[in-house]
């Protein structure tokens, strides 16, 4: 039940992350005004990464209610789903303390950016819990 849970949770997070990326990063971002800002160059990687965290939360919400064990693919695409997440993570804070240099009005950009970072690296833990809690099929 509890590893029910923390999939869920973690596909959860991952929508959340997706939803603030698409509505609250992206507006932001095409309207920044910070001299030599290349929002044409950025906006398409947060595009990417909220179609990436959306399709993910997708796939771990089908699998929580689908699934009620774990087989050894399972366990591959939880860890790979963890080392990307890992990595999105550190995306993001890259991405945070970048816009927090162009001025107070991308300040709430770098807020939003480190939220979403926080709910990445939790998402990581969540995914570390539940390869090790989720029951082995045998």
Same mark, same amino acid.
């Not at 990445?120 to 539940?130: D, E, F, G, K, S």
């Given at each position: 039940?509890?590893?029910?849970?923390?999939?869920?949770?973690?596909?959860?997070?991952?929508?959340?992350?997706?939803?603030?990326?698409?509505?609250?990063?992206?507006?932001?971002?095409?309207?920044?005004?910070?001299?030599?800002?290349?929002?044409?160059?950025? !906006?398409? @990687? =947060?595009? %990417?990464?909220?179609?990436?965290?959306?399709? *993910?939360? +997708?796939?771990?919400?089908?699998? $929580?209610?689908?699934?009620?064990?774990?087989?050894?693919? !399972?366990? @591959? =695409?939880? %860890?790979?789903?963890?080392?990307?997440?890992? *990595?999105? +993570?550190?995306?993001?804070?890259? $991405?945070?303390?970048?816009?927090?240099?162009?001025?107070?009005?991308?300040?709430?950009?770098?807020?939003?950016?480190?939220?979403?970072?926080?709910?990445?690296?939790?998402?990581?833990?969540?995914?570390?819990?539940?390869?090790?809690?989720?029951?082995?099929?045998?």
């Amino acid at each position: 039940m509890f590893t029910f849970r923390s999939i869920n949770a973690v596909a959860t997070l991952y929508l959340f992350v997706a939803f603030i990326v698409a509505l609250g990063v992206i507006p932001f971002v095409k309207f920044n005004i910070f001299p030599d800002a290349t929002p044409g160059n950025a !906006l398409p @990687v =947060f595009w %990417a990464i909220g179609f990436y965290e959306f399709i *993910i939360g +997708t796939i771990l919400m089908f699998i $929580a209610y689908r699934f009620k064990g774990r087989s050894k693919l !399972l366990s @591959v =695409f939880f %860890a790979v789903i963890a080392v990307l997440a890992l *990595i999105t +993570t550190l995306a993001f804070i890259d $991405a945070a303390l970048a816009y927090w240099s162009h001025g107070t009005a991308m300040h709430i950009v770098t807020v939003l950016l480190l939220c979403c970072s926080l709910a990445n690296l939790l998402t990581v833990i969540l995914i570390i819990r539940a390869i090790i809690l989720f029951p082995s099929l045998k």
